[in-house]
């Protein structure tokens, strides 16, 4: 299966698409935990990312292809894969068309994690990153005994740094210019399923579930 997880920031694409991967077995291909992980390479490429990341901008469209197409040539993507986080722009999402027909490895579909606004506030200000497992979780959101299970275990509740209100405003102003265009290139292709993505984490994994089938 080959899937593009689309959505605003805080929709949910990282938590569901970590679902998806365990139950089908494909990897998730999150294009920000890749920027993230050449931040803290600290090389001059992670360098010249982060201060585009830190500022809610995107990074360029041809660097993004390049980085994307090296990631699916690698053997754990020869079953399929989630896209999260990538196409963000129309160029990149034609980018990506004409690479998988290359590679002959049509998409299966996109789906829209279709969330309110005015909740991705709320999401991404309270989210928070266990430093022991990797899990997310958000002060707001989840019960209080996983919150203090991480500080119990000795592990630490880590705030992305673009998570502050400042960048997040940016980074939804970038989402309706840049990226809202890109669900229209999929709904033209009758490719486009679209999930009402608020609710319990369990909830939205239902109707992906069933979008997919
Ligand atoms: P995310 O974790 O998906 O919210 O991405 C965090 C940041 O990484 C974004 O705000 C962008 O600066 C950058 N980024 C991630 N994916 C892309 C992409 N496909 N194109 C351009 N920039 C990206």
């Given at each position: 299966m080959r899937i593009i997880l689309l959505g605003a920031p805080g929709s949910g694409k990282g938590t569901q698409a970590k679902r998806l991967m365990k139950d089908r077995e494909i990897p998730q291909i999150s294009t920000g935990d890749m920027l993230r992980a050449a931040v803290a390479s600290g090389t001059e490429f992670g360098q010249k990312a982060k201060a585009i990341m830190d500022a809610?901008?995107?990074?360029?469209d041809d660097i993004m292809i390049g980085i994307i197409r090296e990631r699916i040539a690698e053997p754990d993507a020869e079953n399929g894969f989630i896209l999260d986080g990538f196409p963000r722009t129309s160029q990149q999402a034609s980018d990506l068309e004409a690479l998988l027909a290359e590679l002959d490895k049509p998409l299966d579909a996109a789906v829209l994690l279709d969330v309110d606004f005015s909740v991705l506030m709320?999401?991404?200000?309270?989210r928070r990153t266990c430093s022991l497992t990797?899990?997310?979780l958000n002060v707001?959101?989840?019960?209080?005994e996983e919150l203090d299970a991480v500080t119990e275990?000795?592990?630490?509740?880590i705030q992305r740094e673009d998570d502050n209100e400042d960048t997040i405003s940016s980074r939804l102003d970038v989402y309706r210019e840049q990226t809202e265009p890109v669900i229209e290139?999929?709904?033209e292709r009758d490719a486009l399923k679209t999930v009402q993505a608020e609710g319990s984490v369990d909830e939205v994994y239902e109707r992906l579930l069933a979008a997919l089938d």
């Open positions: 809610g901008q995107l990074v360029s709320k999401r991404l200000t309270g990797g899990k997310l707001y959101f989840s019960p209080q275990a000795g592990g630490e509740l290139f999929y709904r």
